[in-house]
T-cell receptor
């Protein structure tokens, strides 16, 4: 079945540690997105990519980094510079144009 | 910049009654509008979209939404709510400039009371 796979489902970070969240899609979508979800704040865009080897900062990119080396993969690294990383992270993808974004089932990141 | 307002934090409705979730938007030019639903610890599921044409859009699971340009609104409706409709609902908007970025509202928790 086609879809978006996020892993792991739960992740714990120690102080000073970088952690990487995986996002893989087999929908042949062009664009991929990373969102952060906090209770009562909706979804906020971290980074997005419309084409391989290119990506743009969203509204809250500080303390995060991404890469887009393959069309199907868009990993997100939460660096130690992100002082409040506890949140639910959602990855999405879509074809360019008017199609809706499809979402993975998220990774919940917590601080140890 | 595009933005969405979902003015109510929670919507309570009795099972079998009509359900309405409100959304107003701000965007330069004509919008693309979307509704999504989220169940606990899951990703967002697409319900419906307005791109152009008929102002009344029908989507999944019996939901529909009406685009009102003069009021810049895109309210989600269902004629008869089910307990299984209890979830978090998000409205989203993007403009037509080609950057493919969505702006989401903060979400509305819908509670359908048996």
């Amino acid at each position: 079945d086609g879809g978006i796979t996020q892993s792991p489902k739960y992740l714990f970070r120690k102080e000073g540690q970088n952690v990487t969240l995986s996002c893989e899609q087999n929908l042949n979508h062009d664009a991929m997105y990373w969102y952060r979800q906090d209770p009562g704040q909706g979804l906020r865009l971290i980074y997005y990519s419309q084409i391989v080897n290119d990506f743009q900062k969203g509204d809250i990119a500080e303390g995060y980094s991404v890469s887009r080396e393959k069309k199907e993969s868009f990993p997100l690294t939460v660096t130690s510079a992100q002082k409040n990383p506890t949140a639910f992270y959602l990855c999405a993808s879509t074809f360019l144009g008017t199609q809706p974004q499809h979402f993975g089932d998220g990774t919940r990141l917590s601080i140890l | 910049a595009q933005s969405v307002a979902q003015p109510e934090d929670q919507v309570n409705v009795a099972e079998g009654n009509p359900l309405t979730v409100k959304c107003t938007y701000s965007v330069s030019g004509n919008p693309y509008l979307f509704w999504y639903v989220q169940y606990p610890n899951r990703g967002l599921q697409f319900l419906l979209k307005y791109i152009t044409g008929d102002n009344l859009v029908k989507g999944s699971y019996g939901f529909e939404a009406e685009f009102n340009k003069s009021q810049t609104s895109f309210h989600l409706k269902k004629p008869s709510a089910l307990v299984s409709d209890s979830a978090l609902y998000f409205c989203a908007v993007r403009d037509r400039d080609g950057n493919n970025r969505l702006a989401f509202g903060k979400g509305n928790q819908v509670v359908v009371i048996p």
